[in-house]
C-alpha cells in the first residue's frame, strides 16, 4: 500500500513537532521549506525541521523529493516523485541521505582531496545530506558513544550495503586518533564494451581497515591516513596519504603526498582514479595584494590489459588578487589566474594546455560592473578567447546580476546568464536563467529550434517559520 504524498508530509511534520516540542519551556521546531523549478520539467522540494536542542545536542528531520512538474495522472491527482527520501539527524542517531567525513572520505574516494582539505580535520562520521538533489547514498549512524565510537551503514542501490564502526579518540597536545573498519559485498563491476581502463572487481566479500592520525600544534598541522583492502577473490590493497601544512602571518603553505596501489578496491568495489598523487600550494598576503600558486604530478595506474602504458599529469597553476578600497564606498579588485597541464604517457604521447583568466570588479555604493578575459589554448589548435561583461545592484531587498560573454574561436557563440534574487524576513526568491552551452552566431533553419534546449532555467522559493506555542498567544 503506498501513502499519499500529502499524507506522507502531513506525518513528517506531526513527528517533527511531536519529537521535538519541549513542553517544559514551550519551545517548537523551526521549519524551512525550499521550492525550485527546473527548466520547467523537474520540481525539487525539500523540508528542514530544525528540533529544540536536547540534551545531547540538536536535531533535524528532512524531507526532499524530485518529480517531474508535469507528472499528472488522467484523474488530475499529481503522481508520485520520481525521487524522495526521508531523513533524521542526532547526537545519537543519524540516517537517511548521508555525506561522508573523515577517513570515509579518502576510503570511498581514494586520493581525491587536495592539500588542506577539510577531510583531514574531520572526526569519521556520516552527516545528513540536504541538498536538494536527492543523494544516491543511503545510510544509519548509531553514537554508541557520542563522539567517540559509532556503528555505521552505507547502501546504494545497485551496489548494496557496508557495515562497519568507527573509534575517535583525543589526546592532549592536539592529537586527534580514528580508526574504521568496514565490511561489504559489493557486486560485480560490468562495464559497457570491452575495453575498461582499470581493474574489474570480481565480486566476493571484501573488508577494509583504516587509521588516522592528526596532529595540530600552531602553526603546523599534520595529517597521515593508512587503508588497506582485502577478500576472499582480491589480493591486499594499500592506500597512504600525508597532508602536511603551515600557517604563518605572511604565507600558508600545503603539501600533500599519497599512494594507492592497483589492489585498493574502495568499500563499493571501485578502484582508484590515480596511483600517486604529490601536490604543494602556497599562498601570501602582502596588505592588498595576495599571491598563489600551486604544482603537482599525478602518476595514473597501469591498464589491465597486456602492452598498456601508463600515464600521468603535471599541473602548475599561479594567481594574483589587488583589492582596493575606500570610506566612500569605491572599491576595486584585480583578479588573474594561470593554469597550465601536461599529459604524457611512457610510449611518449604527450598534450599540452594552458589557460588564463583576468577580471576586475569595480564597486560602487550598491552597483558593481565586472569585465574579464580568457584564453584557453590546447597544443598547437587554435586559441579559444573569451570576454565578459557583468553588471549586479544590490537593493536592500535583494540583488540583480546579468552577464554577457562572447566565445571567439573556429565556431564563434555568445553566452548570457541572469540572476534575480528577493529576499524578505525569512523568505526569499530567486530566478537563475542562462545558456548551458555557447550558442552558435550562425545558425538557419531547424537549429535555431535548437536553440531553445540550450538555455536553462531556474526558480526557487524557499521561506523559514518559528512555530509559535500557546503560551505565547496568551495575554
Known sequence: MQIPDGLRITLFLLLGFFLGADWAGCDTPATTLKTELEDLELLKTRLLVDLPAAAYGPRRLMYVENRNSSGWDGSGLLLPPTQWAVGFSGPLVTAGPVSLHGIFAPLYNPL?????????????????????????????????????????????????????????????????????????????????GWYSDRPLFPGGLISHLAGSVSWQLDPFALALIAAASGGRCVAGGTLLTLNLSLSTAPADLSLIFGFCSPQYFTPEGDSGDLEWIASARIERDFGALHLSGGCSRELLPLPPFPEGFRESRDCLEAGIQVNSGSTSDLGWCMRADADMRREWSTTGRESFRCDVEARSTLHWSAWSLTAGMSEAREGKSEPVRDIRIAFGHDPAWGRIELEVGYQQSPAPGLQLAAAFDAIGEDKRFYIRAGTEEVLPLCASGDNRKDRLELFTLRLGWEAKSQWRSRRQFRR
Not at 136 to 158: F, K
Not at 167 to 183: E, Q, T, W
Open 112 to 192: 581525491a582531496h587536495g592539500p588542506a582539505s577539510e577531510v583531514f580535520a574531520e572526526p569519521p562520521e556520516l552527516s545528513l545530506d540536504i541538498d536538494l538533489e536527492v543523494a544516491r547514498r543511503r545510510g544509519m549512524q548509531l553514537s554508541l558513544i557520542p563522539g567517540h565510537w559509532n556503528l555505521v551503514c552505507v547502501y546504494e542501490q545497485q551496489i548494496g550495503a557496508q557495515l562497519g564502526s568507527t573509534i575517535a579518540i583525543s589526546f592532549g597536545r592536539g592529537v586527534d586518533f580514528a580508526l574504521a573498519g568496514m565490511l561489504s559485498s559489493p557486486p560485480e563491476q560490468i562495464e559497457d
